[in-house]
């Protein structure tokens, strides 16, 4: 390698500690990978000898050089994955660990930090593409004061132990704006806690339309879609599907054009979009509700409606009649399938004929991970692969991935997440369907079949032939969703 970009790289925490953390901080290096002969480091200097001699001394391995250009991305780097040294001090430990914690967790990508109690001591696990791995075990002693300086920072009771407490923190970690929404949860070994990192900007964050992971066809369609003046559009999905990203990436296409009035109500506000008017629905007290919000918004003039989720018959019966009056709504539902979607809707008591002048799309999604570039190969398909996935299974061209593992995806073999998406668009044969009282197998048999639409089985064997996932990660999905 003549030189890679350092935001890329996960460290493993065994390659970390052949280095402390003084040495990595005067020096400017961070080590990428290591065995029992050799260590790999990233280094702006790839001819500084005496720093390279003092790491071999130390580390009693050879070391070798990879360039980093980007200097202040590489002290960065260095200082997340080592803030600062421990001191003999507990309470100050625990300062220095919750620090510690929340830059790994940035330097992993992690969506969620779980602090598990356990009956001596606890772990930190961390939600990395969809996927738990734990990264640290802790003290009884730390624990205690790591519960205390999370509580404290969200303005929650640290008395209070017996009760799910919610709240947020707000973090500026080397110039980037980091919040965290907190949430505890007593348990027989004490509280767990669990903080869900959001990034304060509206930025790359939020993932365009077009880098969705959406074939030319899903993407199109719902492109025609979000420029119907009105009508809505139901994404669904299991929790931690992307349905949230896909609604905020249609809010910012949608945004792109400046003609429109967005107005979105969620519960909470996952990420600030510049452009859209956000509400966030106050659960707790009832002040404002989505149904509340909904009735309220109408005042207000906008032609894009965004609720975060239809949850009853009362919402989704003012979501139909937004869009009956001219509005374009997007809103998420809980179900398994794009079929589901128009069932769970009649299934809420809205008449079928709302339904049918209304709806314009239906969409379910799952999240698959994608293999990381940099230790990816390649193998022909199992028979039983093959026949698994409707491929010819005497074409000799045909390669899937097989993923391995390197310092640039933390020895995971994946490196981030793309979506696997079926659409059923709501045409005139649809809306017939619909108002005769047509099941979820009849929606699905004219999208996959007659109009020959990719199902999310189909959808992910067209990506795994492209190397964008793997055959287990489309099993594990769709062995889920039918």
């Known amino acids: 390698m003549s030189n890679i970009d350092i935001k890329k790289v996960v460290v493993p925490q065994e390659v970390l500690d052949l280095i402390p953390g003084s040495v990595a901080r005067r020096l400017n290096i961070l080590p990428l990978t290591g065995d029992e002969d050799n260590l790999l480091i990233a280094s702006t200097e790839t001819d500084n000898y005496a720093a390279l001699d ?38 100050d430990n625990a300062n220095l660990v919750f620090d510690r914690i929340v830059n790994r967790a940035l330097q992993l990508r992690a969506s969620d930090i779980h602090i598990v109690p ?31 300086v999370i509580k404290i920072a969200a303005e929650l009771d640290i008395a209070e132990r017996r009760t799910p407490l919610d709240g947020n923190i707000n973090m500026d970690l080397f110039g980037e704006q980091i919040s965290l929404r907190v949430a505890t949860i007593p348990t027989i070994h004490g ?55 896909t609604l905020y990436a249609s809010l910012r296409y949608l945004r792109e054009s400046g003609k429109r009035h967005l107005v979105s109500i969620e519960d909470p506000v996952e990420k600030p979009v510049h452009g859209v008017t956000q509400i ?20 207000h003039d906008p032609d894009v409606i965004m609720v975060g989720e239809i949850r009853d018959g009362e919402t989704g019966d003012i979501a139909v009649k937004s869009a009956l009056t001219g509005h374009l709504v997007l809103s998420t539902l809980h179900t398994n399938s794009a079929s589901g979607v128009i069932t769970r809707l009649l299934n809420l008591d809205i008449a079928p004929f709302m339904v049918a002048s209304t709806l314009r ?58 979506g696997l998406y079926e659409m059923i668009p709501v045409d005139r044969n649809v809306r017939k369907m619909i108002i005769r009282g047509s099941d979820e197998h009849d929606f699905a048999d004219y999208a996959f079949n007659k109009l020959k639409l990719p199902s999310l089985k189909e959808d992910g064997a067209m990506k795994i032939l492209a190397g964008k996932t793997t055959v287990e990660e489309v099993r594990a999905i769709t062995s889920t969703s039918t």
Request: with cysteine; proline share 2%.
């Open 54 to 91: 003092q790491l071999e001394n130390l580390t009693a391995r050879t070391v070798e050089v990879v360039e980093v250009k980007d200097s202040d991305a590489l002290e960065k780097a260095v200082r997340r994955y080592y803030p600062a040294d421990l001191t003999g001090n507990t309470a």
């Open 118 to 148: 356990l009956k001596h001591g606890g772990i930190v696990r961390m939600r990395i593409d969809g996927q738990m791995r734990s990264d640290l075990d802790l003290e009884e002693g730390l624990l205690a004061e790591l519960t205390s």
């Open 191 to 245: 509280e767990h806690i669990t903080l869900r990192l959001l990034t304060q900007d509206d930025s790359e964050a939020l993932e365009k339309l077009a880098k969705l992971g959406m074939d030319d066809q899903h993407y199109q369609l719902l492109r025609q879609s979000l420029e119907e003046p009105n009508g809505i559009i139901l994404l669904s999905g299991p929790t931690g599907s992307g349905k949230t990203t």
């Open 280 to 299: 966030k629905v106050d659960s707790e007290s009832e002040r404002v509700t989505f149904n509340k919000a909904l009735r309220s918004v109408l005042r």
């Open 361 to 418: 799309l239906a969409i379910a999604q799952r999240l698959v991970r994608t293999p990381c570039t940099h230790c990816i190969e390649f193998r022909q398909p199992a028979a039983d692969e093959c026949r698994e996935f409707g491929w010819d299974e005497n074409d000799k061209n045909l390669k899937v991935a097989t993923v391995k593992g390197c310092s640039f995806c933390g020895n995971t073999g994946y490196s981030g997440r793309l």
